[in-house]
C-alpha cells in the first residue's frame, strides 16, 4: 500500500480565550492508505503546523513535511518508522516539523490498523491483553481557592480518585497564595486521592522559586509537581527532584522527540515522564520513550490536553502495561473537542479507564458535528497556491 | 521609544535546489524603533516562521510571536531580554516560535543601535574594543575527491588559513570513501591550514558509525568534526568526545534556546559550541552561552549559513574576545544572499575578519537588489487576512 493523501485541517472555536486550554483548536489530519482512512492530531499551533507541511523547500535539510511522506510505501510499522526517519532527515532545520509530522504519524496508523483490519495495539505487537488505567481529572486552577474547591468536590463527585490542577496564577504570585490553592484542591477531593499540581514551566529556570513551593506541596501530600522548569532545563529539573523528598517532578510534555524526553529522566532525573504523541512525533518514538522509562524504574505518563482522539493515541504507548498506571484525562474539553468524539473514553465502574475495541486506535469521529469549527485556509507564496482547506470527508 | 512595526519577508532565490546550501532563501525581518529602522533574518524556513509570527492563537501559552512584540517599550538592551521573556511565556507551546523571534530580535538589536546612534557592541556594553577572528571557509564536499581538492586549493589561493567541508554524501558511504574525501580536503589546503569536517547529523545516534571516521579524521590533523549526531543526542555527543583523542567535537546548530546549547558544554561535553543567532533567540541568548563556553573553558563559534547580515549578528556574541577565534564564514552564498550586503564582511590583509563600524550592526543592505528574489505571500484564515506581504521598503 501507499501513502495516498495527507490532508490537514484547522478547527478552532470561535474563541480562543487567554487562558491555559489546549482544546480551544486542533490540527486533524487525515490520511489514505490503501483505501482506509486514518486520523490523527498535531497538538499546538495548527497554522504553523500546517505551513510546516506544505512550505517550499529552503534546503536539503529543511524541506516540506508532506514531500517526505506522500506516496511513501506502507504495509506494516517498520514502514512508518522509516518515513519518520525520512522526515528527521529532510526536516531536521525546520523545528516545528516534529509537531506537524505527530499528527500524521498517528493517522498513519490509525489508517494502517483500518486497513489490515487490526486494533493498533495488534499492530505494535501488544497481544490482546488490555491496559486500564487510573484517570486523573486534568484542570485548571480556579481563580480563588474557593471556586478550585468547588472545582475538586465537583471531580471527586464524578467518581475520579485522582485529579491534577494547573497554571492560572500558581507560582505567579506568593507561595502562601499557592498553599491556600492547594489546600483547597485537597480538601475538595478528600484526604484519600491522589493530587498532582502542574505549573506549567512557570519557574523558567528558578529552582528556588519551584523549591519554595514544596513545603505546601508535600504539607497536602501531593504526589508530583509538574514542569516547573522550561522544557530543556535538566539541571533545574534534577536539582529539584534531589529536594522533592515526598513530592515527585514530572515533566516532559515541551519534548518534540524521544531523545529530549530521556534526557529529561537520565540528566533531569525526573520521576514521571509525560509525554503528548501530538508532539513527540507520533507514537513510535513516545513507544520508545515509554520502554527506556520502565527498564529505568520512572513512570511512563500520557501528556493529553485535546480531543480524545489524541487521548487514545497517547495511551498507546503504555498499552500494555499490566500493572495499568496514572493517565492525564482532560475534564474541561471544548466544544470542538467533544463533538468530535461521539464516544468518549469514559470511566468504567471501576474508576479505571481503557482504550475501545476495534480496527486502528478505535476511535470513531464525527466529522459532521465539526464541519462548523473548520477554518478555510489559504496560503500562496507567489503565483503558487500551497495550501487550500480541502473538503472535510468523512 | 516603542516596537512601531516589525515586518518579515520571505525571499528566496528562483529554484532551489536539493544541496546543504542554506542562503538560498531568507525570512528577512524590518522592524521600526523610535523612527529607525533595523534588519534581522531568521535562519531556516521562512514561511513556517512567518506562520509562528502571525497565527491566530491557540492558548496562553501559545499565541503569535508578534503579539508579544509589537507596541513593546524599546530603549535598552534590557528592554530586549523583557521582550523575549515575553515570547518565551506566550508562546513556549508553539515550536517554531525561536527561530521566528530569532531574526526579530536581531533587527530590534539593529534598530535600536541606529535609534541612540550606537554600535550593537557598545550596546552590549564591549566598549571600544574591537574583535577579530579566523575566517574558515565554510563549503560543501566535492561530488568526488578530485572536485573537494580543486575546492580546497581555491581556497588556500583566496587566502583562508582554515577551512571546513562538509554534507554531501559524508557519513552515509563507506569510511574509506570519507577518507578519501578527507585527504583530498587536507591535500588541497596545504598540511599547514587548519580542518574541520561536518557530518551535518549523518549519525543520528550512531556512535559506533562516527567513531570509525575518527582514524580519518586524525590522520589528516583534523581540528574538529561537527555536528556528528542529532541536535538533542547528549549522550552521543559525550561518548564521542572521550574517543576522539586530537579531534575535538563540535555542535550546537540545532539549539534553539541557551539552555540546549550549555546542555551541550555541560552533559555533551562538545569542545566548540556552535551557535546560530537566527536560530537560538538572537544575540542576547547567544552571548549567554558565549560567556558559559568560556567560563567552562570551551570555544565558541558562531554558526553562519547565510547572508552577511546573520555573518554580523552571529559575530557579536563573542566580538570582545581579546584573542578573536574561529569564525565560520560561508564562501559559496546565493545571489540573494550576496545582493542584500553589497559590502560584505571581506578578510583583511592579515587574514582576519572584524565588524564594519557605524551604528546598529553595522551592515548596510541593498533592498533594491534582493527586490526580485521577494516572494509575495498571502495567508488567509476563514474571513480574516492573516498576512499579507507588505511593501519592500528601505
Not at 504519524?105 to 489490515?116: M, P, S, V
Not at 468536590?153 to 485529579?163: L, P, V
Not at 522559586?209 to 501531593?222: C, K, M, N, T, Y
Not at 533545574?236 to 522527540?257: D, K, M, P, T, W
Request: glycine share 10%.
Amino acid at each position: 500500500m501507499r501513502v495516498e493523501s495527507v490532508d490537514p485541517y484547522y478547527l478552532a472555536m470561535p474563541e480562543i480565550t487567554d487562558v491555559g486550554d489546549g482544546s480551544q483548536d486542533m490540527l486533524l489530519v487525515r490520511v489514505q492508505v490503501g483505501g482506509a482512512v486514518g486520523w490523527g492530531e498535531c497538538e499546538a499551533s495548527p497554522l504553523t503546523s500546517l505551513a510546516a507541511m506544505v512550505t517550499p523547500p529552503s534546503h536539503s535539510a529543511c524541506r516540506p513535511v508532506l514531500e517526505a511522506v506522500l506516496g511513501e510505501q506502507l504495509d506494516s510499522p517498520t514502514d512508518i518508522a522509516r518515513i519518520a526517519r525520512r522526515v528527521t532527515e529532510r526536516c531536521f532545520d525546520l523545528l516545528q516539523a516534529d509537531h506537524a509530522w505527530s499528527g500524521i504519524e498517528i493517522a498513519l496508523w490509525d489508517a494502517l490498523g483500518k486497513a489490515l483490519d487490526k486494533p493498533v495495539r495488534a499492530l505494535m505487537g501488544m497481544g490482546a491483553s488490555q491496559g486500564a488505567w487510573t484517570p486523573y481529572a486534568s484542570v485548571l486552577f480556579g481563580e480563588d481557592a474557593a471556586e478550585t474547591r468547588q472545582k475538586a468536590e465537583r471531580i471527586a463527585a464524578a467518581g475520579f480518585s485522582a485529579a491534577k490542577f494547573g497554571w492560572a496564577r500558581f507560582g505567579s504570585g506568593s507561595p502562601d497564595q499557592d498553599r491556600e490553592q492547594i489546600r483547597a484542591a485537597r480538601l475538595g477531593l478528600g484526604h484519600r486521592a491522589t493530587l498532582m499540581v502542574d505549573a506549567g514551566t512557570v519557574f523558567g529556570e528558578d529552582v528556588g522559586a519551584a523549591a519554595a513551593r514544596l513545603p505546601a506541596l508535600e504539607e497536602s501530600q501531593v504526589t508530583w509537581l509538574e514542569e516547573p522548569f522550561s522544557a530543556g532545563a535538566l539541571d533545574c529539573y534534577a536539582q529539584l527532584s534531589r529536594l522533592g523528598r515526598s513530592v515527585a517532578i514530572a515533566g516532559g510534555e515541551g519534548s518534540h522527540n524521544a531523545t529530549q524526553a530521556i534526557n529529561l529522566m537520565t540528566h533531569g532525573r525526573v520521576t514521571y515522564i509525560q509525554v503528548d504523541t501530538g508532539r513527540i512525533g507520533g507514537i513510535g518514538p513516545a513507544r520508545v520513550v515509554a520502554l527506556k522509562a520502565r527498564s529505568l524504574g520512572r513512570e511512563y505518563v500520557n501528556h493529553t490536553f485535546t480531543s480524545h482522539l489524541a487521548l487514545a493515541s497517547s495511551l498507546h504507548p503504555f498499552a500494555d502495561w499490566p500493572e495499568g498506571g496514572m493517565a492525564e484525562y482532560p475534564l474541561e474539553l471544548s466544544l470542538l473537542a467533544r463533538n468530535l468524539v461521539p464516544r468518549p473514553i469514559e470511566l468504567c465502574q471501576d474508576g479505571l479507564i481503557r482504550l475501545p475495541d476495534g480496527p486502528g486506535l478505535g476511535i470513531r469521529l464525527d466529522i459532521d458535528a465539526v464541519r462548523p469549527f473548520l477554518r478555510e485556509v489559504t496560503i500562496t507564496v507567489g503565483e503558487d497556491p500551497v495550501y487550500s482547506t480541502p473538503p472535510l470527508l468523512p
